[in-house]
T-cell receptor
Framework: GENVEQHPSTLSVQEGDSAVIKCTYS??????FPWYKQELGKRPQLIID?????GEKKDQRIAVTLNKTAKHFSLHITETQPEDSAVYFC??????????FGTGTRLTVIP | DAGVIQSPRHEVTEMGQEVTLRCKPI?????LFWYRQTMMRGLELLIY????????DSGMPEDRFSAKMPNASFSTLKIQPSEPRDSAVYFC????????????FGPGTRLTVT
């Protein structure tokens, strides 16, 4: 089955700096890669996703890149703000109703 | 759009008791998923439904767990009998696509079994 690895497990950045979270996956059939943000005590929220036919996608301060050859994808947050502090999860899916999650990255933005 | 609705939000019960968690997916969504989240194991998929039909329940930990989806707007996850190791946050998610893309999570039910 699919194995998604995520790193780092914790990340601290100064407000205004950029943050990068990286994930790798094992199943070459995976073609959908979402990212979820989970604030303390809240639900995971879908913040951005990318399909395998696209190499990069941006939404304001958030971007995701995908390298299918190397089987890795990354989340980039620019101009970080304190409200970006949360746990971020990557996931991968082959489209067969499965979504395999990474173990999460706890991002802390220091004001 | 009210989003995915789950009830109760918190449940505290004693070992051996039956627990029923409820979920109302987003209207028009075809797929429904039940997840469990713990610090040790992260987010685990328990079971999912397409058009109210259970497709894969291989994530259900034991026979003590069962799930139903009697119609497109309601699903239940039942644990009988409950055990302390079942303590976790249980999330329900729904998706507008049969592929499982774009899953939207409910607020979760925090279950504590003493």
């Amino acid at each position: 089955g699919e194995n998604v690895e995520q790193h780092p497990s914790t990340l601290s950045v100064q407000e205004g700096d950029s943050a990068v979270i990286k994930c790798t996956y094992s199943d070459s059939a995976s073609n959908y890669f979402p990212w979820y943000k989970q604030e303390l005590g809240k639900r995971p929220q879908l913040i951005i996703d990318i399909r395998s036919n696209v190499g990069e996608k941006k939404d304001q301060r958030i971007a995701v890149t995908l390298n299918k050859t190397a089987k890795h994808f990354s989340l980039h947050i620019t101009e970080t703000q304190p409200e970006d502090s949360a746990v971020y999860f990557c996931a991968a899916s082959t489209g067969a109703n499965n979504l395999f999650f990474g173990t999460g990255t706890r991002l802390t933005v220091i004001p | 759009d009210a989003g995915v609705i789950q009830s109760p939000r918190h449940e505290v019960t004693e070992m051996g008791q039956e627990v029923t968690l409820r979920c109302k997916p987003i209207s028009g969504h075809n797929s429904l998923f039940w997840y469990r989240q713990t610090m040790m194991r992260g987010l685990e998929l328990l079971i999912y439904f397409n058009n109210n039909v259970p497709i894969d329940d291989s994530g259900m930990p034991e026979d003590r767990f069962s799930a139903k989806m009697p119609n497109a707007s309601f699903s239940t996850l039942k644990i009988q009998p409950s055990e302390p190791r079942d303590s976790a946050v249980y999330f329900c998610a729904s998706s507008p696509q049969h592929t499982g893309y774009e899953q939207y999570f409910g607020p979760g039910t925090r279950l504590t079994v003493t």
